[in-house]
């Protein structure tokens, strides 16, 4: 039985809002500088772990009700799929697609393929490290 942690409960519930909010940063920065898919997921598991470092597991098993693994295979398809979609066009394996559009309240957008392949290894990372951490912890469904 665990002891009533209000002030640890409710400073993570803050600290986990900071740690995604600068792991979207880190992500949405990998293609024009430092970070990227790897290390924006890496930053989100920080914040899972945290989650499950501070609350019951019960409680997160109600708040993410889905299995892990299905984060690393659905990151895989999305990263492969990106890899081989230039030779659908007639293109060179691995080619770059990028385009600008406008969006309200925000401006221009540039959109590229090297950041959906991103999102893939982002979803990867963090479906495996949150795996292993389950699996190391004995906790099972």
Not at 57 to 78: K, M, N
Not at 95 to 103: G, R, V, W
């Amino acid at each position: 039985m665990r002891e009533n942690d209000v002030m640890l409960e409710t400073i993570s519930k803050v600290v986990i809002i900071i740690i995604l909010t600068f792991g979207f940063y880190i992500f949405f920065n990998g293609h024009n500088g430092p970070g990227g898919g790897f290390i924006g997921g890496l930053v989100f598991a920080s914040a899972f772990i945290l989650m499950f470092l501070t609350f019951d597991a019960e409680r997160i098993r109600e708040s993410l009700p889905f299995d892990f693994t299905y984060l690393i295979v659905g990151g895989s398809v999305i990263s492969l799929s990106i890899l081989f979609l230039p030779l659908l066009f007639g293109d060179a394996w691995l080619t770059q697609y990028d385009t600008y559009f406008e969006m309200p309240w925000v401006g221009e957008f540039h959109f590229t393929t090297v950041a959906v392949f991103e999102f893939g290894i982002l979803l990867t990372v963090l479906g495996v490290v949150m795996t292993i951490l389950l699996t190391i912890s004995g906790d099972t469904k």
